[in-house]
């Protein structure tokens, strides 16, 4: 195993990493290195979780002239969870050089981003979307770029992304570096890299079989009921050795469901998916790597770019939609190098969409067992005590919570958070809310009177007490005249002419 100093890496960034105890190159590495210090482009395929950011992000920090104001390196991610990951691992790299490395991806203000790129940075991190928009508001200048990475292309090729790819790229100097990694390699990425790459050397770490069986993560599946997941969930959750885990569902109220769910039996979880505003996703991602959280329940939003050392578990709560998609779910544990456990619950009717990814990947699981929360197989195998219940033991709930970890202000853009959520999240009671947009109540195109709207109460009418239908609040003085009566009861009548009222009939009977 070679360290990066023996790779020619720069004595400063050798240090830098040196500090985080990073010395030797992972395989990955120790191929691509040697060929992108030499400015070649490059295209690296490897499973997630062995390096591959420093792969690219070390020949693009040598490549650097510091001192301007221009960006002059460009790394496209998917997904902005990926964007501040890859940030965080530049920004240690290029500790000792003074790199400045800006992360730029939608949810965020703009003022901070913009603010950046006037004062000056090396490197831009970001995501399509939010980069096109920079540069169509003329805030960021892409002409002096020389080293291009395109990080988890299939990814963006997954989520539509292609046509902004390709709109970047044709606005980056023809002069350059590109160098492009990915787990997998479809054919539209391959036609990519035929188009904008110069005689790229293709490097791969491991053989296909290992790179999409991931050896170093012990895999289970079982068929499950799926009234029976919750449980076997809690009782997986008490595994012996259970660090942090995450749980992959397929929807969004799937993931508020579970995490509710497990939040009510006493685990410490919190859920993270495209519903939730940019600081809620970050700030269930800050307590999930503080441990102040030890189970995230997330969609595939966070299959990729979340890397977090010391995922142990990985439960596919639902059965993913492809083998890619499974591929990248288990691949946040069993990271650099470490073991990690993967489990997989296969409703019976996901068993077809199963058997295919069993058959893409080889793997040995064509029929997986009939299991329960009461199965003993299911203990033995995840070393799961035979004591446990559905519900953590109060003595066992030591994790601060959600709760415990602060929000932050990020000045969101696009989708705002639901009045629910807002409450929440801040200590305003819902009688604070705004209620200019109530309708005003009228009867036959005229307004009734009653309870005052917020619009009526900016015009400084006072409200009066609601009443009960049919009746008269109480001490409401008599209608004026003409004013048209609130009693509803119908008029009686009999054959056709309007009925006495009892007490006249009586005492014209009586005379």
């Known amino acids: 195993m070679s360290t990066f100093r023996e790779l020619g890496v720069l004595p400063e960034i050798a240090d830098a990493l040196a500090t985080e105890s990073i010395v030797n190159a992972f395989p990955i590495q120790q191929l691509a290195l040697p060929i992108a210090l030499g400015g070649h482009d490059i295209i690296g395929q490897a499973r997630t979780g062995t390096g591959k950011t420093l792969a690219f992000g070390i020949p693009l920090l040598q490549r650097i002239e510091h001192g301007g104001t ?55 991190v970001g995501t399509p979307g939010r980069l096109l928009d920079l540069v169509r508001q003329k805030h ?52 990519l890299s035929r188009r904008y790459l110069r005689r790229p050397t293709n490097v791969r770490a491991e053989s296909h079989t290992e790179s999409e069986a991931t050896p170093q993560v012990a895999q289970h599946v079982f068929q499950a009921h799926q009234m029976d997941k919750p449980e076997m969930l809690a009782r997986l959750l008490q595994a012996r050795g259970r660090g942090l885990t995450m749980v992959f569902c397929q929807t969004k109220r799937a993931c508020d469901r579970v995490a509710a769910d497990l939040a009510g039996r006493g ?32 969609t595939d939003v966070a299959a990729r770019g979340l890397d977090v050392d010391d995922v142990t578990h990985v439960v596919n709560y639902e059965c993913p939609d492809s083998a890619d998609t ?54 033995a195998v995840l070393d799961i005590p035979t004591e446990v219940t559905g519900k953590l033991p109060r003595d066992r709930r030591e994790r601060a919570g959600l709760a415990a970890e602060e929000l932050e202000d990020i000045g969101e853009t696009g989708r705002s958070r639901s009045r629910r959520d807002a409450d929440q999240d801040t200590d305003e009671r819902p009688a604070r809310r705004r209620r200019s947009g109530q309708r005003r109540r009228t009867r036959s195109g005229r307004p009734v009177t009653g309870t005052v709207t917020g619009t009526d109460a900016a015009a400084g009418e006072a409200p009066a007490e609601a ?45």
Do not use: C
Request: glycine share 8%.
């Open 140 to 191: 960021l200048d892409l002409s002096q770029i020389n080293t291009l990475v395109l990080d988890e292309a299939d990814r963006m090729l997954d989520l539509g992304f292609l046509p902004d790819m390709e709109r970047i790229i044709d606005l980056v100097p023809v002069e350059r570096q590109t160098m492009l990694f990915s787990a997998t390699m479809p054919g539209e990425i391959v036609a």
């Open 70 to 124: 221009k960006p002059q390196a460009l790394v496209l991610v998917p997904t902005r969870e990926l964007a501040s990951q890859v940030t965080a691992d530049l920004r240690l790299a290029g500790t000792k050089l003074g790199t400045r490395v800006l992360s730029v991806y939608g949810g965020r203000a703009y003022e901070p981003q913009i603010d950046a790129l006037r004062d000056g940075v090396e490197a831009v």
């Open 326 to 379: 499974y591929v990248h779910r288990i691949g946040r544990t069993g990271r650099a190098g470490r073991e990690g456990i993967s489990v997989t619950l296969v409703d019976w009717a996901d068993l077809t969409r199963w058997k295919l990814i069993n058959t893409t990947l080889d793997l040995p699981f064509a029929a997986p067992e009939e299991t329960y929360s009461t199965s003993p197989h299911f203990y």
């Open 467 to 511: 009443a009960e239908p049919g009746t008269e609040p109480a001490g409401e003085a008599a209608p004026a005249a003409g004013a048209r009566s609130r009693n509803r009861n119908r008029r009686r009548t009999r054959g056709g002419r309007t009925a006495r009222p009892a007490a006249a009939a009586e005492s014209s009977e009586n005379s």
């Open 267 to 298: 685990f410490a979880a919190a859920a993270v998916h495209g519903d939730l505003g940019q600081s809620q996703r970050e700030r269930a991602l800050r307590a999930f790597r503080s441990g102040k959280i030890d189970v995230l329940v997330a």
